[in-house]
């Protein structure tokens, strides 16, 4: 089954940092853009970043430049976000997503597989 | 950045009868290569979104054919034919037509 599994969401203090896992399955990974896209408690969603099929493009939502890194491990099928100085407005579901966009065929933005999401709680 | 404005954001509806929700962008969504990318996505309570239509107008395989997607530009409508219970949740465009990519507010259909 295509699908994808987040990890490594948690508790953590403002200031402090956490790394964010996707596991992919059943899918050529290294042939597509990926996304991490977020959700505040009972608020809409939030695009928070992409990153091309070979990791060298990389975009961000303005307000995690600088604080927040995007990467993927083709090898190991898996795409993190790893998360520094973080605050409490960035407490969210994280989402990742894969981005319908590939060598072949790109239809941006259209997100056509969502994992389950882990949740990220910043707060003292 | 790109703004994107939902209305109604609260759609009371009733099964069987049609429901609309608009869709309005601060710039033409228009892309270099000609394509609109204009999506929609339906994100029923407590589920992970779900994409339902692509570049405006493309229903996903499994999208029941009530759901319909179209528009132009700045102006974009997701409409469904006739509703049923399975249709309740929020409801969110997006574009994808410059960085960053932007969402909707969201609109939050319930049956009457």
């Known amino acids: 089954e295509v699908q994808l599994v987040e990890s490594g969401g948690g508790l953590v203090q403002p200031g402090g940092s956490l790394r964010l896992s996707c596991a992919a399955s059943e899918f050529t990974f290294s042939s597509y853009w990926m996304g991490w896209v977020r959700q505040a408690p009972g608020k809409g969603l939030e695009w928070v970043a992409d990153i091309r099929p070979d990791g060298k493009d990389k975009q961000y939502l303005d307000s995690v430049k600088g604080r927040f890194t995007i990467s993927r491990d083709n090898a190991k099928n898996s795409l993190y976000l790893q998360m520094n100085s973080l605050r409490a407005e960035d407490t969210a579901v994280y989402y990742c997503a894969r981005d319908d966009c590939s060598s072949s065929v790109c239809n941006w933005g259209a997100f056509d597989i969502w994992g389950q999401g882990t949740l990220v709680t910043v707060s003292s | 950045d790109v703004v994107m404005t939902q209305s109604p954001l609260f759609l009371p509806a009733t099964l069987g009868q049609p429901a609309s929700i608009s869709c309005r962008s601060s710039?033409?969504?228009?892309?270099?290569?000609?394509?609109?990318?204009l999506n929609w996505f339906q994100q029923r309570p407590g589920q992970s979104p779900r994409r339902l239509i692509y570049?405006?107008?493309n229903r996903d395989s499994g999208v029941p054919d009530r759901f319909s997607g179209s528009g132009s530009g700045t102006d974009f409508t997701l409409k469904i034919s006739r509703v049923e219970t399975e249709d309740v949740g929020v409801y969110y465009c997006?574009?994808?037509?410059?960085?960053?990519?932007?969402f909707g507010q969201g609109t939050k259909l319930e049956i009457k």
């Open positions: 570049q405006v107008s």
């Open positions: 997006m574009q994808a037509t410059q960085w960053p990519y932007t």
């Open positions: 710039q033409s969504l228009v892309y270099k290569d000609g394509k609109t990318y």
